[in-house]
């Protein structure tokens, strides 16, 4: 008993111990030793005590008090000092250390016996009897007994879980999850490896071995993370065999990164290869970052004038929606190549990927889709005039227009079309979007870039709404601005096939009157902003 008082004190005074450390200890976690050396003191004191305890209590068995040293046995010895210390019966009366606690020494031989009390003292009171001590319960042993272990147990369990690697709750269970099988756990201690967190050092090669665990396991992130190690030589010697090995069976799996990192060995070992073209399609239509740029660029480097411009349009579009999932290496080619874009084919480039990146497709978008887009909201300087706003009488339903090639509203539409696209207005603002399309990418995006936009595209739009009304030598041609329809009245048949000048003038009345409209005021704005300041060059 006196020895399990002492163990509980001991406990308390290691407890107090480690809490008055971890007050007094540095918040910087570079300085976290500190509370080592400020806990030291107290754990020597402690161990000396516990030290001088456990050797008293085995000379109470008659045992040498070099018996400590069987406590350095792992786990037997703690065993042996627990049974033996704690629930073994000390030798009855002297033993070869002396007389148990609180009982006189023993008179050495010849000497006369020491005096007691009555016969010194002969008035002195009788000593009371001694009561007799009840033996415990079988009961009471065994809840003795048990409560001993528990507070022993506990304490070196917790020491035990404390000496665990990593640090925190999550990180020592997922550390013995993982060394119990689990692969999900030991995926979680490879990328603890790699990263260096939760108290684990970075160490690429502990990392692999964590990888081809969970990898052998069919866990399809740890296949990859192993193949990467193997490609760039992480910690494993580089070995592009094993490399392919481990990406091939995650790509299998559809892992879009897999396919990312193969289609580039692919490229790598045989350029333009159509294995990676198409391995770096699938992973761009899942949504990797990086496959969306290589895919760009296998675009551009498949591209041919000869064959018209969807190479390069799906090149930027690749590029372009790389760029907005955060790759920022791209935005230096996305500047060089619309740099480099011919005049002429910027307006039809340009239409077609922002179409598309609006649909969130690289297809091609059709005249009939790019024609819907939503028109800008109306503003007091985008409100048609009295006299444009259509009326009752001529919003009647037109004579639909033919689609014969004899209808001259059918005929006209191409010619208004190429005269809105000369006249200097539409040429003006359409370069100036190309400009800050090209200078700034997420320009486009903006309510300012989608204003402009979609003024441009309703020029376009307009320019090809023209149909005919009525039958005969004149005719009526209606046609749309922003919305309200016009009308252009008696305008003659014949004359548009055989007067070439006739022809033009209508064309001409039709795309002006089409360009010059109020335009909405975000328009409006952005152009005043263009317009050069006092001293600089136009």
Known sequence: MTFWRLVLVLLAALLVNFVFAGMVMPSDPALAGIGGLIAMPGLIAIGLVSLAAQVKRWHDLDRSGWMVLVSLVPIVGF????????????????????EPEGVAPRAAAGSEPPLLASAALPDAPPPLPSRPRAPMSRGARWALIGGAVVLV???????LWWMLPGSGWSA????????????TECYAMGLRCRKGADGFRADDAAAAKWFEVAARAYHT???????VLYFYGLGVPADRDRAREWLDKAARSDYAPAMTLLGLMEEQDLPLSNVAFELWQKAAAAGDPWAESLLGSAYLARGNPLEGDEN?????????????DGV????????????????????????????????????PVTPSETA????????????????????????????????SEDDPAVALRADV???????????????LYAERSQADADWTGSDEGRAVGQYLQRMRTDAQSLRRSGEGDTVTLDYTIGGATHHLEGVRVADLASDADYRQFVVESIARNIVTAPRPLAVAAFLRAAEPKEGEEK
């Open 372 to 403: 819907t887009n939503p028109e800008p909201p109306a503003t007091a300087e985008s409100t048609p005039s009295t006299a444009e706003t259509p009326t009752a009488e001529n919003n009647e339903t037109p004579t639909p227009a033919s689609s």
């Open 79 to 98: 065993l042996v000092n627990l049974i033996c210390l704690g629930f073994l019966r000390g030798t009855a009366g002297a033993n070869r250390f002396g």
């Open 417 to 431: 079309l190429e005269n809105v696209r000369a006249l200097e207005d539409y040429t003006r603002i359409s370069t």
């Open 221 to 227: 992130k740890a296949q990859y993370d192993l193949g």
């Open 328 to 363: 920022e290496t791209v935005g230096g080619l996305l500047r060089h190549v619309w740099a480099n874009l011919p005049a002429e084919r910027v307006e039809a480039v340009t239409e077609q990927v922002f179409a598309r990146l609006e649909r969130d497709s690289p297809e």
């Open 153 to 159: 147990l506990v304490p070196a369990l917790g020491g």
């Open 312 to 324: 390069f349009v799906r090149a930027l579009y690749w590029l372009e929606t790389a760029r907005r």
């Open 172 to 183: 020592r269970k997922s550390w013995l999850m993982a060394k119990a099988g689990s692969a």
